[in-house]
Each structure stands twice: as C-alpha cells, then as structure tokens.
C-alpha cells in the first residue's frame, strides 16, 4: 500500500536494526511500560510479520518512498489480550522519534483505515492508548476517531501503574465515509 511519501509493507530482514533501535528509545517508548531488548524487539517483529502473512494485514513496516528508510509501523491488529471491548480490530502506530511532527502517522493510518473499511469491510475500528499519551491521542483526533469516554484498565499494565488507565477511541464505516469524502485522496 502507498501514500503520498510512505509505503506500508510486509517486514524485511533490514527492518529489525531501526525497528529494535525505536523501541530502545526511552522517548519512543514513553507510554509503554519500559523499553524492549534487542531479543524482545526482533521477536515483536517476527510476530507482526508473521501475522500479515497469515492475514495479509497488520502492523506494516512503513517506509519513506524518497529515501526507502523504515520508520516504523503503522496497521491493524486484533489484540490477544482480553479487553472489555474484544473482539474488535484497533489501528496503531510507532514511529522512530526522528520522524515525529511531520504527519507520517496520520498519513499512513488514513491509508491503514481505507484498507479496514474498503478491503476488509470492518464495520468499526478502534485505537487506544494510556490516558497519558496525548501524542497519540491527537493523531486519533486527525484521522476522525471518536473518544467513548469508556475509559478501562490495561489488563497487561501492572495496577497502580500510571500508563493503566486507557483511552478508547473509535471510528466507523459510516463515520469514516463521510470524513473520506472530505480528505484528500492518499493513494
């Protein structure tokens, strides 16, 4: 899939080194509960890369199309652990902080919501994240997504934690038509 500037693709072995080098960075990883090894990192991708080839979606490497540097994922997944709110397909994204403010991860979850709501005929997709992430929060807003006020607790946050409470936002296929119309096009 491409955008204007991006590319969201399947995993390439050269996509492990910038991938584990993000998710080592204190800054990256700021609303996560702590930074992932270089073991952990690649075994992170090895799963993403295997659920898009079993699915032929999920968390796609994105790339620059001027440069072919990988900056990160953005995509769907159907998460594993129990929420109160499964089954349902969420949109994310984590990007290395060199690429951050200059919309590549609205740009890129635009096209990763067309393909939920086109191709994969979702009805409804959701994102969420620790209340205290208003980055994220914000690219939410961007891409029309709705804040539930259901606010819950991650149930893989330790209690107490201050990333537990989680904001959930969603968008659906009606939703997103209307706002579609009024975007320009990305592909």
């Known amino acids: 899939m491409e955008t204007q500037r991006l590319k969201l693709r399947q995993w390439i072995a050269s996509d492990r080194k910038p991938f584990s080098k ?48 990988f900056i990160g994922f953005v995509g769907l997944h159907s ?7 499964n089954p349902c ?30 191709h994969l005929k979702l009805d409804e997709i959701v994102s969420f994240t620790s209340i205290v992430n208003r980055p994220s929060q914000g690219v939410m807003r961007k891409i029309h997504m709705t804040n539930t006020n259901e606010n819950f607790m991650h149930p893989s946050i330790p209690a107490g934690n201050a990333l537990e409470e989680h904001v959930l936002f969603k968008i ?15 592909e």
């Open 22 to 69: 993000l998710n080592a960075d204190p800054q990256v990883m700021e609303y996560f509960p702590d930074v992932l090894s270089e073991t952990e990192s690649n075994a992170m991708a090895d799963i993403i890369e295997s659920l898009i080839g079993e699915n032929g979606w999920g968390f796609w490497a994105v790339e620059l199309k001027a440069s072919n540097a």
């Open 79 to 85: 998460p594993r652990v129990e929420l109160p709110f």
């Open 89 to 118: 397909i969420e949109i994310g994204w984590r990007l290395s902080k060199q690429y951050w403010g200059n919309g590549y991860a609205t740009e890129a979850a635009q096209a990763a919501l067309s393909y939920g709501f086109e």
């Open 172 to 186: 659906t296929r009606s939703d997103w038509g209307l706002t579609h119309r009024f975007q320009p096009s990305l």
